[in-house]
Structure formats: C-alpha cells, structure tokens
C-alpha cells in the first residue's frame, strides 16, 4: 500500500458493484464504481431516486455485501471479492459514523446518553462516556440542550445531537445520507457548515447525499449517480468557506 503516501485516501472503491435478485428481476444497482475522498473533504452525491445512492453509502459503510470490488478504508482493504475481516460491527465502530435523514435518536434517553451508548459500546466506562458525550454535544453547540429528550428537541438540535453520537467512536469517515432534509435552509447550513469543520479539524472524510441545491456549496466535490453509473465528478470552483 501506499503508506507513505502523505494523501492516502480514506475512503477507496475500485470497480465495486451492487445487484439485488437475479435473472428478471435483477436490478444493479451499482456499476463498476470507482472513487476515492481524502482526509479533510466533504465530498456531495447526487443523483436521481433509485440510482444507487442509498446503496453506495451502505456498502461503504460495510452494511451491505457488494457483489464484487475492491473497498479500502482507512487503509485497510476490508472488502476485496469478499469480506476480509470478520467483524464488521467492530469494523464499522472502528471507523465509520452514520448520519441519517431522520435521526433515529432513542426516544427514551436524553441527548447524553444518547450519544454516551454508543461510547458505552466502544468499551468506555460509564462516567467517561456521558463526560466525553457532553463534551461532543457542545462541539456541535447543543449542550445545553444535553438534558433534553428527543421529543422536545428542535429539528436542528436533533440532528446535531445525532451528529455528536456518529462523532463518538472518533470515526475517520463520516456517511450521511440527506442529513439535512428535515431542517430548513438556515438549519441546513448550520449542520453542514458544522460539518466543514469537523472535516477540517479532525481530518476527517464526509461523504453526503444530498438534493439540496442550496447547501451545493458547502461541498469541496460533487459526484453524480445515474443508474448505478458514477457519471461525473463535479469539482466546486468556489474558494474554501471559513466554517
Ligand atoms: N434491499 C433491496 N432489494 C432489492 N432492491 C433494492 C434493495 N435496496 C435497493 N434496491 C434497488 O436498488 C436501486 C438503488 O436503490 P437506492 O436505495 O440505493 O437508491 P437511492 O439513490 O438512494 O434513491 P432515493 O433517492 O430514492 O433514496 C433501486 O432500484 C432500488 O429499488
Ligand atoms: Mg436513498
């Protein structure tokens, strides 16, 4: 591998492709896609409904078996014609945050513990995980909100408080699939720009789907979907914003 190589790529697909079923109803949903996002890039997809978005961050995210490919994460080839590692729950603690449209936050825990459980999985004692919980709820400005339970939280500091739970296992790569279609625009931008710095300072890679013209912007590169086909890659021309 490339270990020397000062911008490794935290994410690398080479030719992975995706169906479901076989014969009449077969659908290939990925097609020999190749991509590569590198430490501190907030990388945008796009793409019609049905065109394998959903199924790329899946696959990425080590949830779904592709049908063939190579996935490199972080270095380490985890999916090469099969999987080459056992544990993927490990796995995907190891590496990977999840951020998703709705946040799925446990309606029964407040915003600490609910991103305290996830430390609790990664083996952290029970005080150090609501101490660093906290501490990641203020990263993303809703700490005074860490007493708060889901129902009563805003559309915007709900998705922040999920924001800090797929931060807690300090993951090197961050999948978000449309994480700002519940949020008006001002919200919207918050959350991205929220993720611009998190991707600058923790040198970390973003990849987001998204249909949001207004937050195209925020993105360093936009890749498009179209049939399970990664078609372009669109490079923003604009200069870097200051989170
Ligand atoms: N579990 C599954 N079984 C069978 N087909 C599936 C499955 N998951 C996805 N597909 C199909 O694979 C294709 C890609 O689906 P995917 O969910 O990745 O699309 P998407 O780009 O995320 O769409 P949307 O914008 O609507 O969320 C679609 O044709 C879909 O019907
Ligand atoms: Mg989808």
Known sequence: MEATAPRRPLVRLENVSKHFGEGEARVDALRGVGLAVHPGEV??????????????????????????GRITLDGETVYDGRWLRADLRRLRLEKIGFIFQFHNLLPFLDSTDNVAVVLDLAGFGAGEARRRAVELLEYLEVGHRRYAFPASLSGGEAQRVAIARALANRPRIILADEPTAALDSARAAVVMDLLRRL?????????????????????????????????????????????
């Open 43 to 68: 990388v945008g997809l796009l793409g019609p409904s049905g065109s394998g978005k959903t199924t790329l961050l899946n696959v990425i995210g080590c949830i779904l078996e592709p049908s063939g």
């Open 199 to 243: 991707a600058a300072e923790q040198q970390t890679a973003i990849l987001a789907v998204t249909h949001d013209e207004k937050i195209y912007d925020r993105f360093d590169r936009i890749f498009h979907l179209r049939d399970g086909l990664l078609e372009q890659e669109q490079v923003m021309t604009h200069p870097r914003r200051k989170p």
